[in-house]
């Protein structure tokens, strides 16, 4: 069992930053793969950035590529989103997941999600 707790969301001007986090309990968190989604209003849930078990490998949704980063503490369990140059469409509210699975990028590869934290960006 994995619990996952985000923090770190808020309201912030377009071109700003926010850096998320995930605090995850278990002493098998290093086994996880873990991701980030977001999803607006109306909207499915959409993969944002994932991160491999050693942290050595990461994904990313082609929408934030060179804008986010994701990485991992797993001395601490923690997963971080840094997001930089925020835009208007990333608003949402973002979930971070936990993974056994080799596949990334579809929400039912997860196998624990914490509750979300919203992100609001003002134009």
């Known amino acids: 069992q994995v619990q996952l707790v985000e923090s770190g969301g808020g309201l912030v001007q377009a071109g700003g930053s926010l850096r998320l986090s995930c605090a995850a309990s278990?002493?098998?968190?290093?086994?996880?793969?873990m991701g980030w989604f977001r999803q607006a209003p109306g909207k499915e849930r959409e993969f944002v950035a994932a991160?491999?078990?050693?942290?050595?490998?990461?994904y990313y949704a082609d929408s934030v590529k060179g804008r986010f980063t994701i990485s991992r503490d797993n001395a601490n369990n923690m997963v971080y989103l840094q997001m930089n140059s925020l835009k208007p469409e990333d608003t949402a509210v973002y979930y971070c997941?936990?993974?056994?699975?080799?596949?990334?990028?579809?929400?039912?590869?997860?196998?624990?999600w914490g509750q979300g934290t919203q992100v609001t960006v003002s134009s």
């Open positions: 997941a936990a993974r056994s699975s080799v596949s990334y990028y579809t929400p039912s590869s997860y196998d624990y």
């Open positions: 278990g002493r098998t968190f290093s086994s996880y793969g």
């Open positions: 991160i491999s078990r050693s942290g050595g490998t990461t």
